[in-house]
């Protein structure tokens, strides 16, 4: 049962453009969202994340976008750049305020043409 | 400050045999998660420790087991190694009593053949 999902597997922006990669979950005990990215041969690194009691944040060129209603999120990247082409997880935690396990989705692989 | 350290870095065991993998949390954290990562999958959580002990467990078999050092570094044993055991193993570490992300270490790369 996959409660986080990423269900485009692969991305393919210009240079300049946006990158919107999305994520729906079905959990609703989630309240902590993440967005991790991972390069080859290294471990995920933290970009941005959202309690569920706002709708946006937003940090420099990303911002992650959160709809409970629809059990939705989103992370747009603007202006997308070469560097930024890695993979993108998304991932919940039901969190109570404290540490807890992560949930991920499957990835998404974003790859930022010139 | 070095973040999250993990050794190996890559492991090559045989169909059977048990490994230890090695992790030491980032300065300043107590709890440290592990993670398995199959090819083409995200991380999957296995376990969690705090304050030496299993705080959290996900959906792996007794095969797996691990242990949290009073300087708050961990292992995780994997016993009876199967060859779908192969995957990336993560650590990653937190403060328990701040709600912060998790940072993560390079990964072991382990092979089962």
């Known amino acids: 049962d996959q409660q986080v999902k990423q269900n485009s597997p692969s991305l393919s922006v210009q240079e300049g453009r946006i990158s919107i990669l999305n994520c729906d979950y079905t959990n609703s005990m989630f309240d902590y969202f993440l967005w991790y990215k991972k390069y080859p041969a290294e471990g995920p690194t933290f970009l941005i994340s959202?309690?569920?009691?706002?709708d946006k944040n937003e940090d420099g060129r990303f911002t992650v976008f959160l709809n409970k209603s629809a059990k939705h999120l989103s992370l747009h990247i603007v202006p997308s750049q070469p560097g930024d082409s890695a993979v993108y997880f998304c991932a919940a935690e039901g969190n109570s305020g404290t540490a807890s396990k992560l949930t991920f989705g499957t990835g998404t692989r974003l790859q930022v043409t010139l | 400050d070095a973040g999250v350290t993990q050794s190996p870095t890559h492991l090559i065991k045989t169909r059977g045999q048990q490994v230890t993998l090695r992790c030491s949390p980032k300065?300043?954290?107590?709890?440290v998660s592990w993670y398995q990562q199959a090819l083409g999958q995200g991380p999957q959580f296995i376990f969690q420790?705090?304050?030496?002990?299993?705080?959290q467990r996900g959906n792996f078999p007794d095969r797996f087991s691990g242990h949290q050092f009073p300087n708050y570094s961990s292992e995780l044993n994997v016993n009876a190694l199967l060859l779908g055991d192969s995957a990336l193993y993560l650590c990653?570490?937190?403060?328990?009593?701040?709600?912060?992300?998790?940072?993560f270490g390079q990964g072991t790369r382990l092979t089962v053949v």
């Open positions: 420790y705090y304050e030496e002990e299993e705080r």
């Open positions: 990653a570490s937190q403060k328990m009593d701040m709600n912060t992300e998790a940072f």
């Open positions: 300065s300043g954290h107590d709890t």
């Open positions: 959202i309690s569920s009691i706002k």
